[in-house]
């Protein structure tokens, strides 16, 4: 009986030994592919999620203001910074799968092929709602006069200008990811330029480390000041009251903070703080800093968000977890994981409750003097949607065009299945 034992033991260390020798000829152990494995291994960042979720309730909190003292401080007025958080986000999560197309493990086609199934998904959706809630508004109330302050919308028959050639268009630009090319598909629903512009970025830098080095992150964050500093000099970057940018500016914002997230990622990885009380207070002041640039110059608090930013984020990743509980965990995941439903929904949402509320007096009067109602009532509806989009409408089109993926992708042996991106 011990002989078998023996036996069977010496025979699994001879398979694993064996098994062993297949990986080193292979060269998937040698010190950078175990680093890089151990990088896509570690979990999420519960504090990074939940910071997330806290930016997306900012967002929807300076939409749906109110005009009164609540609304007013500039925390909330700066929304805008809350995008390019966002970007820099982007650029630290994908940090790995940038570096292994600047090693060749990676092509460029594969990682954009995920990330458009990533992405586009919730664009898709998103845009075709807006089109049916255009069209509702058309049939029930002919014009948008007075209607809409969600959207920048024309005072002309809705009905008429969606079957004009710049209505068609846009909505067809915006379904596309050109939002920032084409800006009458803003119409649809502002906040996809965001989408539009960092799915940009991603093919920029995609490309770009693939034909030089992962170093080249550096030169695509410069490049970046430079487009957002063209959009102003040529006048092409179209600021509103909300201080959202256009054009070349948005793709100059979004290679900033795509590859500013690289950068501090390549920065985590080659060091670790023991104590971060000290990047707490350094963000604090670098928030603190933009505020103050950003009652006085607009552009120039554009410039300066990534940077004022950068602090935060680096504290949100060096910040320790071993303290939370499961359950807290996965509220933090949750937050994040809606965070992005939850940006690019709420404005539809904001749409259909002023067009209700013009047609249900006991709503309008309820709600529009009194912030918090009109608050938490756009907020749980933009939750309930973004619960029932990321859940039951956004994996059925992935599922589709993973399907088309994996027969367009079958030379390679990366199933497109495998969505590690985020």
Known sequence: ???????????????????LKKMKKNKLLN????SQIFETAKKRNPYIDLARGIAALIVVSWHVRGGNSVTDFNVINIHYLVVDFFFLIS???????IAKISAGQLSPALFLWKRFIRLWPLMF?????????????????????????????????????LISENGWLSWLSAALMLQIAVEASIFWCAPLWSLSAIWWANVVSAF??????????????GVGFILLAIGFVLDRAFIDYYGEIWGISALGRALIGFNGGLIIRNHLNNKSYQSTTYIWILSVVA??????????????????????????????????????????RSWFLWAGKLSFPVFIWHRVV???????????PILGQATSTHFVPRYLLILSCTILISIVSLQFLEPRLRRWLETFGNRFFSFTRTPVVSQTLT
Do not use: H
Request: net charge neutral; charged share 15%.
């Open 31 to 34: 010190s950078k592919n175990q």
């Open 91 to 97: 650029g630290f999560v994908l940090f790995d799968q």
């Open 125 to 161: 959706i998103v845009v075709v709602a807006a089109l049916l809630v255009k069209i509702s508004q058309s049939l029930c109330l002919g014009t948008t006069d007075g209607v809409s302050t969600a959207f920048e919308c024309s005072a002309q028959n809705i009905s008429t200008w």
């Open 287 to 328: 928030l603190v800093v933009f505020m103050v640039i950003d009652r006085y110059s607009l552009a120039a608090a554009a410039f300066v968000s990534p940077i004022c930013l950068a602090p935060l984020l680096v504290a949100l990743a060096s910040q320790p977890d071993a303290k939370l509980t499961m359950q807290m």
């Open 350 to 360: 904001l749409e259909i409750y002023y067009g209700a509320s013009q047609n249900i």
């Open 208 to 221: 770009t480390s693939r034909v030089g080095r992962l170093s080249n992150i550096w030169i695509l964050f």
């Open 1 to 19: 009986m011990r002989y078998d034992t023996v036996r069977t033991f010496g025979s699994v260390v001879r398979v694993f030994a064996d098994n």
